[in-house]
């Protein structure tokens, strides 16, 4: 499997300036370990360091480092690299030929009463519950449950081990024991939302569960039931967001955070890793709380301390009163 | 799909109030989305303002606010408004006709030397292994594990995805290297279990794991070998219980929280979102452990200081005994 | 099914004392719970008061507890109990004979392209993706899915659920929308690797994610792309490793903690439960980082002075000043 550049930059635009459009690209590796029939990318300035000893047949650099690129040799000069190098990784995969097939594995179980768009793949044995819609060019991988009524939108990509539509965990307590709520709503997901290994996203009590287009789900993500997640907002693995919550359009929520239920963050809010979300936040920005590592005698003492700290304020408190009163 | 309100009460009791048997009800529906078709409840005293502006046909209300119910139309008086509800969800499927039918799909793989309960429903793409024992109206949903000489009760519900009985994590270390402990337990789970999406439950070492009867387990919980958890308390998604652990009745642990091994929970725990349970608890109450979040420049500074924590408590103590002395 | 104590000395070494060589052992017991026709071990000193007590037919113990054991009664006297213990699981469950059976189960979907060792198991419903390669004696237990391009090495055993080598999570995010970069690197998995139930390793970027050899991975555990993960690591249930990160050698990471990405961790680094690693560690020993839990009254009492940390810190230095001034 190989590409020339000119096949590269007829497909994505960008300059080829010092290769000729014939160099063939067998393919596309990290700038230090890219060899002579590789083409790399630099869009960190980060790695800055790196381009001259890049033994590359080719960097996909931005307009800024034109000239040191060209320095060392063949270059595509594209105003956001990065975004080039992801646009270069589909059309990769477009010229292997190895796409998901359109139709449905012989393996999979999906309900006569099931929607699935024909121009959508779902993967060996996958279950496709009655009422389930499936749009186009819709991949579920393998493994992959999408429950009773639950609908998912175009050129999504479900990961294995996805569960969608499982039961929301709901239930009265009544003398000590648990009555189950039947969990009457559904899954909505839009258009162009990826849902990474072992997510699951649960049915809404009576209302749906809402994903919007272009979200993107990493692995092992939970989502309780009548959650709604705006547009374009990502998730990395392990995060997860309990019952009710409405996340806005543009997030970002970092590894492992979580968010408690029946909050409202507003768009544009960035979690950082570990967080726990216990309010609801109305302003764009970043926020944070996680406890700080240290070797682990060090915690020891800190976090000793840690559970008398607001006796420590008292004293502080009452040393300023002595010394006001002295 | 609908039922009328004298269906209703002659089903679940509770008294119905200006309005009549025969009126239809179409969905069930919060009440301040419900329109001329739904029923709604109210049990939740935060919600009693949206009460009146209420286009609900009925409202299933708690004897205190009947008055105010019937102000604004058709009510049923319950005496615990929300656990009628949930038995209400419940008459809702049954009238459906949608429950899980009995038996085993086709495309599962039941061991011949599994017992299944002819009433029990094994889904799509489920695995039942030899000496596993599944009870009485119990339903597995699609791709569930149920591992080697594993048992679950009656009327158990175990969504998509479910492990029970993977081995349990258990190595002892010999030059560097880990020897494989053979788990040789198994799992047992008592009747009225319900078991979230992705939910690990693993085997014992040498003894079982113990899941009590009516416990609630949400989805991607991770349960090790050994533990034992006791009726009627519910986990929320994420949370974790660490080997030989045994956590008491009646007990919630909040989503992703996490319990470390060899501990005891005593009854009416209730451990908060995010905690790290790392010492036995003997009285009953709520337990709290989470770093509160910030925007994240007010955590820089307080993540910060609380790096050299013990040293501040220090400098306060070398302020008392200078006040002191002076 | 039992063992004789002759058969479980002639095949795991050891020197059996006050007790016969044909003496029946028909299971494995923990020693407070050992009956006469069982075998315990005692390795941990703190379980020692158990011992004069246990009704076990015979215990395994080290040298230093061999005059006590015998005081009681038979013993296996050994240099390493706990070792000892492991090999003999191991041995019991080769004695009834029900290892995983060489060969791919019929409900298995395994490409035409991917190569099985004969000797590897694959179990039911598992997933053999096109390219992929499983090594000799390894087992895929039931719904384990190993994508394209993947391999696994010999003796490992994947629990199910399982998802090796879904994409990783990558991006490149142009206008506020996120535009997928295809990930074109495998995972690539050493000898006698175990990973536990819905764990999940994502394919790398360009390059491949490493798993070496003697790794153990417990439960519901997320590897991203291109981390590397050196012999014999072993990581708790519910930890998490972000993207291009690289754990030494012989490293633990305790359970539900979290390592941010593009980090380094030497060799013999060990993290302690839900700590979670934000920057490089390059000496070995143990790290931490948890809220200590506390009942909820005084965990608010801290967390809120928390919130104000370091204006304590600014208030004590002012008292500083004053004293100094004074």
Redo the contacts between chains.
């Keep these: 499997m190989s590409l020339q550049l000119g096949q590269i930059i007829d497909a994505l635009g960008g300059s080829l300036e010092g290769a000729g459009r014939d160099t063939e690209i067998r393919r596309?590796?990290?700038l230090d370990?890219a060899g002579s029939g590789d083409l790399a990318f630099l869009s960190n300035p980060r790695y800055q360091s790196q381009l001259a000893a890049s033994r590359a047949a080719c960097v996909i650099v931005g307009p800024g480092m034109r000239a040191a690129a060209l320095a060392r040799g063949g270059c595509i000069v594209a105003d956001?690299p990065?975004?080039y190098?992801?646009?270069l990784?589909?059309l990769?995969?477009r010229a292997q030929g190895q796409g998901a097939p359109a139709g449905v594995?012989p393996?999979a179980?999906v309900d006569a009463q099931a929607q699935v768009h024909p121009t959508a793949c779902i993967?060996?044995?996958c279950?496709v519950?009655r009422g389930a819609v499936i749009g186009a060019h819709t991949v579920l991988?393998?493994?992959v449950?999408v429950?009773e009524r639950c609908s998912v939108g175009a050129r999504c990509?479900l990961?294995?081990?996805v569960?969608i539509g499982?039961?929301g965990?709901?239930?009265?307590?009544?003398q000590?024991?648990?009555?189950?709520?039947?969990?009457?709503g559904a899954v909505r997901i839009g258009d162009d939302v990826?849902i990474?290994?072992?997510t699951?996203i649960?049915r809404g009590?009576?209302?749906d569960t809402v994903i919007e287009d272009?979200v993107?789900l990493?692995?092992?993500i939970?989502i309780?039931h009548n959650v709604h997640i705006g547009r374009?907002t990502?998730m990395?693995?392990?995060s997860?967001v309990?019952g009710s919550t409405r996340i806005g359009a543009?997030c970002t929520i970092a590894?492992?955070a979580?968010i408690?239920g029946h909050l409202q963050l507003a768009d544009n809010v960035h979690i950082?890793?570990?967080?726990?979300?216990?309010?609801s936040i109305t302003k764009p920005?970043?926020?944070?709380?996680?406890?700080?590592?240290?070797?682990?005698a060090?915690?020891?003492?800190?976090?000793?301390?840690?559970?008398?700290?607001?006796k420590?304020?008292e004293?502080?408190k009452a040393?300023?009163q002595?010394?006001k009163d002295?």
């Design positions: 596309i590796a990290p370990s956001d990065y975004a190098f992801a646009r990784t589909q990769w995969v594995h393996s179980v993967g060996p044995l279950v519950e991988k393998s493994r449950t429950g990509i990961h294995p081990g569960v499982a039961d965990f709901g239930f009265a307590r009544q000590g024991e648990w009555i189950k709520i039947e969990q009457l990826e990474g290994a072992n699951c649960d009590a009576l209302e272009g993107k990493d692995n092992l939970q309780a374009h990502a990395a693995g392990c997860a309990a543009h590894g492992a979580s408690v950082s890793t570990n967080t726990v979300v216990t309010h920005g970043q926020y944070t709380g996680v406890f700080p590592m240290d070797d682990n060090k915690w020891e003492k800190n976090a000793a301390t840690l559970r008398q700290l607001y420590l304020r004293r502080i040393l300023e002595t010394l002295g």
